[in-house]
């Protein structure tokens, strides 16, 4: 299957820094990538479809300026968290669809996950 | 988007069938049916994917019945490592739309 990974894993930070994390597309390419928070005994939360070449697109009540997308090639996508404050601790997943024949295969490959602890 | 319900948790035994209901009243006729099962800290996995009848794969099965209107994902012989929280996600992949995670249903399964 298709392997996505992400990293880090954990990072630590404190209050008002940047963290960025990595999502890579290793065995295909990712022309559209899409970023998940998830906060504790919590379903998934899509916060923004990461398109190759483009503008991300951002689900309604995340700010664009606090998590910053971009997808500069067909097999990296980067979110970066700006000014981070505890609130914004999370476990933040990416995932990625192939095409197959004439068109998406229906399946989402995730990455592992990257934790992020504001302290 | 069809909205899914499922129950919140399920509690079972190791050696039995587990099976996992999905109502998707609004389902459209373009929509697929995936399930997928995250394990705590890590990124959900994908089990199987149907559009009708039956469809079964190495780990499970999934049936849905002639309206689309709800699925059931069924476990044969769950294991201790089948504790996870299992997603049924609806929707047309080929127009983005099956992103939306409902809540989940958070299976124990007990020695």
């Known amino acids: 299957g298709a392997v996505v990974s992400q990293h880090p894993s954990r990072v630590i930070c404190k209050s008002g820094t940047s963290v960025k994390i990595e999502c890579r597309s290793l065995?295909?390419?990712?022309?559209?990538m899409f970023w998940y928070r998830q906060f504790p005994k919590q379903s998934l939360m899509l916060m923004a479809t990461s398109n190759e070449g483009s503008k991300a697109t951002y689900e309604q009540g995340v700010e664009k300026d606090k998590f910053l997308i971009n997808h500069a090639s067909l097999t990296l996508s980067t979110l970066t968290v700006t000014s981070a404050h505890p609130e914004d601790s999370s476990f933040y997943i990416c995932?990625?669809?192939?095409?197959?024949?004439?068109?998406?295969?229906?399946?989402?490959?995730f990455g592992e996950g990257s934790r992020l602890t504001v302290l | 988007l069809a909205k899914t319900t499922q129950p919140i948790s399920m509690d079972s035994y190791e050696g039995q069938e587990v099976n996992i209901t999905c109502s998707h009243n609004?389902?459209?006729?373009?929509?697929?049916i995936t399930w997928y099962q995250q394990f705590p800290s890590q990124g959900p996995r994908f089990i199987i994917q149907g559009y009708k009848t039956k469809v079964t794969n190495e780990v499970a099965s999934l049936f849905i019945p002639a309206d689309r209107k709800s699925s059931t994902l069924s476990l044969p012989r769950v294991s201790l490592s089948d504790t996870a929280v299992y997603y049924c996600?609806?929707?047309?992949?080929?127009?983005?739309?099956?992103?939306?995670f409902g809540g989940g249903t958070r299976l124990m399964v007990k020695p």
């Open positions: 609004n389902i459209a006729t373009n929509d697929y």
């Open positions: 995932s990625a669809s192939r095409l197959a024949g004439g068109g998406f295969t229906g399946e989402l490959f």
């Open positions: 996600l609806v929707g047309d992949m080929d127009a983005g739309n099956m992103l939306t």
């Open positions: 065995d295909f390419q990712a022309t559209t």
